[in-house]
């Protein structure tokens, strides 16, 4: 019923510069789209940044002043504008959405909805 689809990983170098994308579609009425999650092999999925239904930010301690979240409700479609990469920024990327109301931890049980995951991968 809702679709979570992400684009825009790849490979880059150490320092560079990439930008993700995550593209809703399908019955999103009352469905807000607004977290990036990352999870690097055998490792745990792990917050990186939220974005409020008014437009207000939470991120991660390791990717401040790093990364910045934001989202255009015309085209249904969130980003995550990443700078200054790192090798430990290597991981799959995910996008995440939620239905419910209530408290938000920034945890994966938060988040009701989720797309396949882009790679991305820093080279040093």
């Known amino acids: 019923q809702v679709q979570l689809v992400e684009s825009g990983g790849g490979l880059v170098q150490a320092g560079g510069s990439l930008r993700i994308s995550c593209a809703a579609s399908?019955?999103?009425?009352?469905?807000?789209?607004r977290a990036w999650f990352r999870q690097a092999p055998g490792k745990e999925r792990e917050f990186v940044a939220d974005i409020t239904p008014t437009g207000g930010t939470v991120y991660a301690d390791s990717v401040k002043g790093r990364f910045t979240i934001s989202r255009d409700n015309a085209k249904n479609t969130m980003y995550l504008q990443m700078n200054s990469l790192k090798a430990e920024d290597t991981a799959v990327y995910y996008c995440?959405?939620?239905?419910?109301?209530?408290?938000?931890?920034?945890?994966?049980?938060?988040?009701?909805?989720w797309g396949q995951g882009t790679q991305v991968t820093v080279s040093s």
């Open positions: 399908g019955r999103t009425f009352g469905i807000y789209v």
């Open positions: 995440a959405g939620r239905r419910r109301t209530g408290p938000l931890t920034y945890r994966t049980f938060d988040y009701d909805y």
